[in-house]
């Protein structure tokens, strides 16, 4: 028979351990509600960035993030009042986790969760970045399943974010 020190440490042990079962591998503790967004996450379709006012052009910094890693990193110079300017696609049509890194000129970095941006289980997005002559950025999103048309702010179903 067990003495009671060895039976009182396995115990420990294996409460310990049922602590621990619900830790993902990327070291978050998962939770019982679970969407599209956390199991595969959002298709990504294009990004545009457009200067809203101010007369100075904007050089913007953009990292694209999935599930990898870093799929899209370069600096475009976006002038206000001007078309928008498109970032180069380069991550594929699946879906996945997608950040957004955004940093206007030298100031601080700003990451959008495309999923909590979008606030949609699934399908595709399209976001547009407005940047402010003060280097604030507005984020427009819309859907763009089986749609080949802008995105903006005009669209009915667009979303906002500050």
Do not use: F
Request: charged residues 30%.
């Amino acid at each position: 028979m067990p003495s009671r020190r060895k039976l009182l440490a396995a115990t420990g042990v294996a409460i310990g351990l049922a602590g621990c079962s619900d830790i993902t591998d990327s070291g978050t503790r998962a939770t019982e509600e679970t969407n599209e967004s956390s199991s595969g996450g959002i298709q990504l379709g294009e990004i545009r960035l457009q200067g809203t006012d101010g007369t100075e052009p904007h050089s913007v910094q953009v990292a694209v993030e999935d599930d990898a890693g870093v799929v899209h990193l370069d600096t475009y110079a976006v002038e206000p009042g001007e078309p928008p300017v498109y970032v180069e696609k380069e991550w594929d049509d699946d879906h996945a986790e997608y950040h957004i890194n955004v940093r206007v000129g030298g100031q601080q970095r700003r990451r959008i969760d495309v999923v909590a941006q979008t606030e949609r289980a699934a399908g595709c997005t399209d976001l547009l970045i407005l940047l402010a002559g003060d280097g604030e950025i507005t984020v427009w999103d819309r859907s763009c399943d089986g749609d080949s048309g802008d995105a903006g702010a005009d669209d009915e179903n667009a979303s906002e974010s500050e």
